[in-house]
């Protein structure tokens, strides 16, 4: 059987299509008896408004949108990602919205989706996850007139409202760090360079180079997967001058790069540094564990959640919401580099 109907509901209790729209919208005209017996038996029918006539008569769909271009197998092993998805749909539930998810291949399938979902009604609003170099997302949703929040930031995203934590202050606290240390050649396993904090990290590195008089950095981009994280590692171990700390964009590549490191009969933190730009069990548990950047990214997600709701409440009202800067956790990881290594 397909989707029930209205008629459907008509036939079974025996009125007009009329007096089930006039009960189903809580509208006056229809006795209260028939009003319990159009609506029990629309429960037990399962039936549920569709979105495009639900749409027509401005009622709203109670739902976010959230739409994700990265591979699925590396989103499913990224505890930053469960917890900001965890803290974004506890705050959505508390005023009984959805969160409806869906994960595709590329940047043109997602704006598909948007394109989609917008003229079904099926979501209320999107939040925009990954802010890329020049996005093209950006054009898409103000085009669409559907409330949207970016996370990510800092800098204006056209009229769409953000949320985020300032990337490149949390990079050049990591680097002064070891720089304190003594550490003077650093090297960064990065995520995807189309990422817009990948350059603000990226950058942040450069810079605190020159600031720094810093012998020797590098930064080398990944997919974020243990597999590439990994990868890189051996590469920059194998350098005749190899790094004497490594940065990674995530908790997952970082573990992957301790165990490149031990493999590799490289000794952490004796010979190698080693530091994640995310904090999670994974980098707690390790050994040696990992110092990390932390922040509570349940609230984050919480905070998201919050923002949305505020955007669809007064679409016209831009946020710009800055959250607290990751704070570095000391763990051991990371020591001085060997009076061998220093130059």
């Not at 028939?34 to 549920?48: D, G, H, S």
């Not at 007139?145 to 050049?172: I, K, N, Q, T, Y």
Request: no cysteine.
């Amino acid at each position: 059987m397909g989707r029930p109907t209205i008629a459907d509901i008509a036939e079974r209790v025996g009125v007009s299509k009329g007096a089930v729209s006039f009960a189903l919208n809580g509208r006056p005209g229809v006795a209260e008896a028939t009003r319990a017996r159009i609506l029990q038996v629309a429960k037990e029918m399962n039936w549920r408004p569709h979105s495009a006539a639900r749409a027509l008569g401005g009622a709203r769909a109670d739902a976010v949108g959230l739409v994700i271009a990265r591979p699925a197998s590396t989103l499913g092993v990224e505890p930053f990602f469960a917890q900001l998805l965890s803290g974004l749909q506890a705050g959505l539930s508390q005023q009984a919205v959805a969160m409806h998810l869906m994960i595709v291949e590329d940047v043109e399938a997602e704006t598909q989706v948007y394109r989609d979902w917008a003229s079904a009604h099926r979501v209320d609003g999107f939040i925009l996850v990954d802010l890329k170099v020049r996005d093209p997302r950006i054009d898409v949703l103000e085009e669409l007139g559907v409330p949207a929040v970016v996370l990510g930031g800092p800098g204006r995203h056209g009229s769409l409202s953000s949320v985020w934590a300032d990337d490149r202050e949390a990079m050049l606290s990591v680097v002064d760090y070891l720089a304190a240390l003594g550490h003077r050649r650093i090297a960064h396993v990065a995520g995807l360079p189309g990422f817009r904090h990948t350059q603000r990290r990226m950058r942040a590195l450069r810079d605190s180079s020159r600031r720094l008089g810093l012998a020797d950095t590098v930064t080398l981009t990944t997919d974020f997967s243990d597999a590439e994280g990994a990868a890189a590692t051996r590469t920059l171990l194998s350098r005749g001058r190899r790094p004497t700390a490594i940065v990674y964009d995530s908790d997952v590549m970082a573990l992957a790069g301790l165990g490149v490191a031990g493999e590799m009969g490289v000794r952490v933190p004796d010979e190698l540094s080693i530091v994640a730009f995310d904090d999670s069990v994974l980098t707690r548990i390790a050994h040696p564990a990992i110092t990390a950047l932390s922040r509570d990214t349940f609230a984050y997600g919480r905070r998201l959640a919050e923002v949305m709701l505020e955007v669809i409440d007064d679409p016209g009202r831009r946020q710009d919401v800055r959250t607290a800067t990751p704070r570095l956790v000391v763990r051991e990881s990371t020591a001085p580099p060997g009076t061998w290594q220093a130059d």
